[in-house]
């Protein structure tokens, strides 16, 4: 059973994140509208999404492909104009199913991902984005990439395919209190992105996918380009 927060409180929450997502644009000296919202709606129903929607909200993400998969297909089918990012862990036989409802997965974390992803697009004959996930912390239970030399080899892979699309990088912040922690594991992915960029500047590495509802401010202070909020727009997840 997924849990529905009432409408009206969505509405007010996707407000609230819209300001203090302009406030922390305009306190890092950034442009208005420079970071984009991506709003997390796993573990919570069809109907959350659709308030969300209501809200003029476009782009959202999921980590699960067996729950985002019919989700997102009946919203797509209702002729909602709306943009979905796949943001989990990624098991290379649900590729398949996820790109066909994605524009984007953030999570690639392996080359051999990525060549799945590669050969199901070509299939489908559909173009698709990726972001490359690096493990910024300590954290073992954090997944991306972990190495280096790894993740160049999988941007030299993509820079010859042609159906993937290397747009930029993703990572999770550790789980804690600890700011200046959170601060350098940021600070870690965007320096990746400027190594990225000068190593391969026949890719477009512009997006930095950083910050959730707990250290959202401080990813944008860091340069994000991209924010993935759930908790904060739909409540917190429970299942029962
Ligand atoms: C669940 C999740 C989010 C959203 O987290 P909140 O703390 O609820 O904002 C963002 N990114 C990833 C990868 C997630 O799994």
Redesign the pocket.
């Known amino acids: 059973m997924l849990i529905l927060m009432a409408t009206t409180q969505i509405s007010t929450n996707l407000a609230h994140i819209r300001e203090r997502i302009q406030a922390a644009e305009e306190k890092a000296g950034r442009k208005a509208l420079s970071v984009q919202l991506l709003a997390?709606s796993?573990f919570h129903p069809k109907e959350a999404v659709e308030a969300a929607i209501e809200c003029g909200q476009k782009l959202f993400?999921e980590?699960y492909v067996q729950e985002a998969a019919p989700k997102f297909a009946a919203l797509q089918q209702a002729g909602h104009d709306i943009e979905f990012h796949f943001?989990?862990k990624l098991q290379r036989n649900k590729v398949h199913e996820a790109v066909r409802f994605s524009s984007t997965i953030q999570?690639v974390d392996r080359i051999e991902l990525l060549c799945e992803i590669e050969k199901e697009c070509a299939k489908l004959n559909k173009n698709i984005n990726v972001f490359f996930e690096y493990a910024t912390s300590d954290e073992d239970t954090k997944s991306g990439f972990t190495e280096k030399a790894k993740l160049w080899s999988a941007l030299e892979a993509c820079a010859e395919m042609k159906y993937v699309f290397a747009k930029g990088f993703m990572t999770?912040a550790p789980f804690t209190t600890d700011k200046n922690a959170i601060r350098k594991s940021f600070r870690t992915l965007r320096e990746i992105q400027e190594e990225a960029k000068s190593k391969f500047p026949s890719l477009h590495l512009t997006e930095l996918s950083m910050g959730?509802?707990?250290d959202f401010e401080i990813a944008i202070e860091e340069g994000s380009t991209l924010v993935?909020?759930?908790?904060?727009i739909f409540g917190e997840?429970k299942r029962i």
Do not use: D, E, L, P
């Open positions: 997390v796993k993400g980590n943001i989990g999570s999770m959730m509802t707990n993935r909020i759930g908790t904060a997840r």
